[in-house]
């Protein structure tokens, strides 16, 4: 932050959020890209820039070459593995002894979010160093993942990647506890998202239906800004460590 508009933008923020009682957080996948990661729509280097989507990443194409599908995650998950978390992973997980009342409700499957130390977290799109049976959706916990092919369930079925693929719905317990979560608090903070994907996009509108306030926190705007109570422009390893510590100065 260079500007007097920016440095404003923040100190209002911070006195936005430091009243609240019942926080919610929401990430997507700017948060990774600050840790390296690439994602699924930033051209030139998309990770979908060179397959089919519905081919990579659907119920469908699992079936049809299960082992096109597990080659592909195997790669990504040694690419992901090579990552860490950034200063802003570690300040949202500082948040949580902050509040009465906190969740972080992210759409990445990376689990830098737990390598930062959070706990309070739903992954609303799975995580991609978890298993489970293709057809009886069971955990599959002694899975290794880096063979050629995808291993079987000790049901006999094929082992997928536990992340949500296109056409599926999200597990009921993580979005029954989301809605929770967004229908009682008091504030959300909205961090790298480009506010696009469902149900996490309607997040916000949600919890400034009934009265909670939205802060922002993107390098660019999105369809969240005209309803957010500050919208603060920037990266979240820059912004969110100066955030915190301003919020837990007031609160103290």
């Not at 696009?196 to 996009?201: D, E, F, R, S, T």
């Amino acid at each position: 932050m260079t500007s007097s508009s920016e440095r404003f933008a923040l100190e209002h923020a911070i006195h936005v959020l430091s009243p609240a009682r019942k926080v919610v957080v929401t990430t997507g996948a700017g948060m990774s890209k600050e840790s390296g990661i690439a994602t699924f729509r930033d051209a030139p280097n998309a990770l979908w820039a060179n397959y089919n989507p519905e081919e990579l990443a659907s119920p469908v194409g699992f079936r049809n070459n299960p082992t096109r599908v597990w080659k592909w995650y195997r790669d990504r998950r040694r690419m992901i593995a090579a990552a860490r978390p950034h200063a802003g992973h570690f300040a949202i997980a500082r948040m949580e002894e902050l509040y009465d009342e906190f969740l972080l409700i992210t759409q990445n499957i990376d689990n830098l979010h737990h390598a930062a130390g959070s706990r309070n977290l739903v992954e609303l799109h799975g995580n991609i160093f978890r298993y489970r049976c293709f057809e009886r959706n069971h955990p599959a916990p002694d899975v290794t993942g880096d063979s050629d092919v995808p291993p079987r369930c000790a049901c006999g079925a094929l082992i997928r990647p536990d992340v949500v693929w296109f056409g599926e719905m999200i597990d009921e317990t993580d979005l029954d506890r989301s809605f929770s979560a967004i229908a009682e608090c008091d504030a959300v903070l909205v961090v790298g998202t480009s506010a696009l994907v469902h149900p996490a996009a309607g997040f916000p509108a949600m919890a400034r239906g009934h009265g909670a306030s939205v802060v922002e926190i993107n390098p660019d705007r999105t369809p969240i800004t005209p309803i957010a109570d500050v919208f603060v422009s920037g990266r979240a390893g820059e912004l969110l460590p100066p955030l915190i510590d301003g919020i837990r100065a007031e609160r103290a």
